[in-house]
């Protein structure tokens, strides 16, 4: 089992910054990409960006150049810093890692963390 927990959402307003937070606790060991997905009212839920155990990035089109994502040498946390905050990226953002054990791979999800982008 992989647990995760995401901090650091709110409210900023347009051309900010956050960082978000998520914590990975339980297999840690077993775990093969972390990354940030997001889903605004009404919208299917979408990846923002991911790393994965080798260090590889991926972004989507829409932040590339403005979120970053980053992990702890420890691998148990990952981090997303947001600048240029535009409105469209309000939404709730939700952790993810993907981790695989005895040939099997699973899905963990955190709880999800309110970015709001308003003036």
């Known amino acids: 089992q992989v647990r995760l927990v995401e901090s650091g959402g709110g409210l900023v307003q347009p051309g900010g910054s956050l960082r978000l937070s998520c914590a990975a606790s339980?297999?840690?060991?077993?775990?093969?990409?972390m990354g940030w997905y997001r889903q605004a009212p009404g919208e299917e839920r979408e990846l923002v960006a991911a790393?994965?155990?080798?260090?590889?990035?991926n972004y989507a089109d829409s932040v590339k150049g403005r979120f970053t994502i980053s992990r702890n040498n420890a691998k148990d946390t990952v981090l997303l810093q947001m600048n240029s905050l535009k409105p469209e990226d309000t939404a709730v953002y939700y952790c993810?890692?993907?981790?695989?054990?005895?040939?099997?791979?699973?899905?963990?999800w955190g709880q999800g963390t309110q970015v709001t982008v308003s003036s």
């Open positions: 790393i994965t155990k080798g260090g590889s990035t």
């Open positions: 993810h890692a993907r981790w695989g054990v005895f040939g099997h791979e699973y899905d963990s």
């Open positions: 339980g297999n840690i060991f077993s775990i093969n990409a």
